[in-house]
Nanobody
Framework: QVQLMESGGGSVQAGGSLRLSCAAF????????MAWFRQAPGKEREGVAG????????YYVDSVKGRFTVSQDNAKNTLYLQMNSLKPEDTAMYYC?????????????????????WGQGTQVTVSS
């Protein structure tokens, strides 16, 4: 069973940056997709960014394009999310997730129902 562990969350002022990391433990092989989700209080969990581990194609929700960058380090089985120009509306619990097989063809914000493994989350708070 694969396990995911996020780190790197914290509090930052608007305009600042944070880098989230997600370490994957367990038997991971073949083609799979990894993604970052976020959930603010009272809101549904939404996909933010994803990457196909086999093909390297990246996916972003419109609200983070140009500000967030998702990347992978296959040697370390680690996924990253570099978040720049943070805004108060980015405040949420951020979750790492894995889907066996290729990334869904649906918009990334709708990927939550396609996930097979979730991390426990890391809090990101952006103050104005």
């Amino acid at each position: 069973q694969v396990q995911l562990m996020e780190s790197g969350g914290g509090s930052v002022q608007a305009g600042g940056s944070l880098r989230l990391s997600c370490a994957a433990f367990g038997d991971i092989s073949g083609d799979y997709c990894m993604a970052w989700f976020r959930q603010a209080p009272g809101k549904e969990r939404e996909g933010v960014a994803g990457i196909g581990i086999g093909d390297g194609i990246t996916y972003y929700v419109d609200s983070v394009k140009g500000r967030f960058t998702v990347s992978q380090d296959n040697a370390k089985n680690t996924l990253y999310l570099q978040m720049n120009s943070l805004k108060p509306e980015d405040t949420a619990m951020y979750y790492c997730a894995l889907r066996y097989g290729r990334c869904s063809l649906a918009p990334v914000r709708l990927w939550a129902t396609t996930v097979h493994v979730w991390g426990q989350g890391t809090q990101v708070t952006v103050s104005s």
